[in-house]
């Protein structure tokens, strides 16, 4: 059986990024940054996922941890 991950927030984080940075999203909800990976998912399954943005823009981050399009929201929190 596997773990399933906290549901962090029911709506997606709006976040502004930069063009040719990484960034690393919180797969296990548990995270005191989010949507960021801070380390917490330590000793678990879960694994942040990379984000390379290819573009400055303001993106959509998963907040309920189950969206189909990781890291990005897929309007899953709307089914919870």
Known sequence: MSE????????????NVTAGQTYWWCACGKSKNQPFCDGTHRGSSFSP?????????????????HT?????????H???
């Open 4 to 15: 399933s991950p906290t549901i962090a927030q029911k709506s997606p984080f709006a976040v």
């Open 49 to 65: 996922v990379e984000y390379k943005a290819d573009q400055t823009a303001t993106v959509y981050l998963c907040g309920c941890k």
């Open 68 to 76: 189909g399009k990781r890291p990005l929201c897929d309007g899953t």
């Open 78 to 80: 709307r089914k919870m």
